[in-house]
């Protein structure tokens, strides 16, 4: 088994079904037993910035919520800074908003307007990519604020949900799809 192999099949095994959460229709895949699993955790961790070291990234952009706690460690593994992409109404100094609709809803989210340097290459981390709703409007953020989209990276990808589409042009890379 390679190494990807490996990853993706520890992926599988440590993510949990949960039907018709948030709501009635949608089967929740909850990432949180693979982030207490400290070997799963790590694995996920190295595995991306293995993948991603080449593209030469010098900053992380995580997308609040789940999408913090890899990009943090991803950060941290690979010796960069990491910025928060958040919520409407989180962030407390000018901000370029983008509103996008996602799996179960619609939302907002923003970027600090001086989060990257011009032209810095900005890795974009995130737990799920489903409708690709939450990536593109991402994407596009990075770039309003004068950064450069190094790659897109995903624990899990919804293949059935066709979010590639959304993204595409852009790198995109999955631990897992299913
Ligand atoms: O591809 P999409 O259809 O846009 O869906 C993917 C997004 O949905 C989830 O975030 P959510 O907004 O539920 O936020 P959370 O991390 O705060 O739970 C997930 O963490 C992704 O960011
Ligand atoms: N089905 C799903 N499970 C977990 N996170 C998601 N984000 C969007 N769709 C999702």
């Known amino acids: 088994m390679t190494d990807r192999e490996h990853v993706a099949k520890l992926v599988a095994s440590r993510i949990v079904d949960v039907p018709d959460f948030p709501q009635p229709g949608v089967v929740f895949k909850d990432i949180s037993p ?4 400290p070997a799963g955790f790590r ?5 991306i910035v293995t993948e991603q ?6 900053v992380v952009a995580g997308i609040e919520a789940r999408g913090f706690v890899l990009a943090a460690a991803v950060a941290y593994a690979a010796e960069v800074g990491v910025v928060a992409v958040r ?14 609709s996602l799996e179960y809803g619609e939302a907002t ?3 600090h307007r ?8 900005v890795l974009v981390v995130d737990d799920v990519l489903a409708t690709g709703g939450t990536a593109r409007a991402t994407l596009d953020l990075v770039e309003q604020a004068g950064g450069a989209v190094s790659g897109l990276t995903v624990l899990l990808e919804l293949g059935f949900l066709a979010g590639r589409a959304k993204v595409d042009g852009y790198p995109v890379h999955a631990l897992l799809t299913v």
């Open 109 to 111: 989210l923003e970027v």
């Open 114 to 121: 001086d989060a990257f340097l011009p032209g810095q290459r």
């Open 53 to 58: 070291r080449a593209t030469g990234f010098e």
């Open 87 to 100: 919520k409407a109404g989180k962030l407390p100094r000018a901000t370029f908003a983008a509103s996008y």
């Open 34 to 37: 693979l982030l207490a699993d």
């Open 43 to 47: 694995a996920v961790v190295d595995a």
